[in-house]
């Protein structure tokens, strides 16, 4: 695994890292703070494009923050992603992220501060993050990168039913000007989940936050990261770091 040596606030290790599962393994990206101790941990789940360079990119960022962050890749498998959504079940995604729950806060591992964990979720992936912080009692907070909030009547759930329940806080980050989730749905989610910030940002699009698309917005960006970073070090748990020597 390499180690990007003081870069941020942290010196963190990254990398490639595969997630036991079932019989075999799946692919999946690990970001680390290169220090002893436990640390808060975050799920990125990426989009319909799968595990690529802007979700990496998220882990490195939340790691150099004292964050431990590890991405999933559900659904790219040989092929076209977006083949590999559609025959992806809710269930199924569920049940990848409560084994991946269950490796990232083993005790043989020694990585997580406690046993809950927050999701941030980008496009379809935060479908996944939305319904496991309703059903889940292990995930701790919830962020929402321009997640869909409708158009998944033929998905075995809807996650517009889960946001009059969801017992966790939420942050969603959403561009005004997005041509795949319209702003009235925002607004509706923040009209049934009152206790949860959803932000719209004039100008911004579909996919705002990475440097890589065309849509990149790069203050909407920066405001949504400093937000993202505020809030999970406000709704979970601190690091707790050892002393050497």
């Known amino acids: 695994m390499a180690v990007l040596a003081h870069e941020g606030i942290y010196p963190i290790m990254y990398g490639a890292c595969p997630i036991p599962m079932g019989t075999g393994h799946r692919t999946g990206y690990l970001a680390r703070p290169d220090t002893a101790g436990r640390f808060p941990a975050t799920f990125v789940l ?50 990848d992220l409560d084994e991946l729950h269950a490796y990232v806060v083993s005790d043989d591992l020694e990585w997580a501060v406690g046993d809950e964990i927050a999701m941030l979720g980008v496009d ?47 942050l969603g980050l959403y561009g005004a000007d997005d041509d795949l989730v319209h702003p009235s749905t925002v607004d509706e989610a923040q009209n049934r989940n009152q206790h949860g910030q959803w932000l719209l940002y004039p100008g911004a699009r579909h996919r705002f936050l990475d440097i890589d698309a065309p849509e990149y917005n790069a203050s909407a960006s920066q405001d949504a990261m400093g937000r993202i970073l505020v809030f999970l070090k406000e709704t979970l748990p601190p690091a707790i770091e050892e002393e050497l020597g």
């Open 46 to 95: 990426p989009g319909l494009d799968g595990l690529g360079s802007f979700e990496k990119d998220l882990c490195r960022r939340l790691a150099r923050n004292g964050i431990l962050a590890i991405s999933l890749d559900f659904y790219r498998q040989a092929g076209d992603p977006l083949d590999g959504y559609n025959t992806l079940s809710d269930a199924r995604a569920i049940a």
């Open 124 to 170: 379809v992936g935060g479908r996944f993050g939305l319904i496991s912080a309703a059903t889940r009692p292990w995930v701790r907070s919830l962020v929402l990168a321009y997640t869909p909030l409708t158009g998944d009547e033929d998905r075995e759930y809807q996650v517009a039913d889960f946001l009059d329940h969801l017992p966790v806080p939420v």
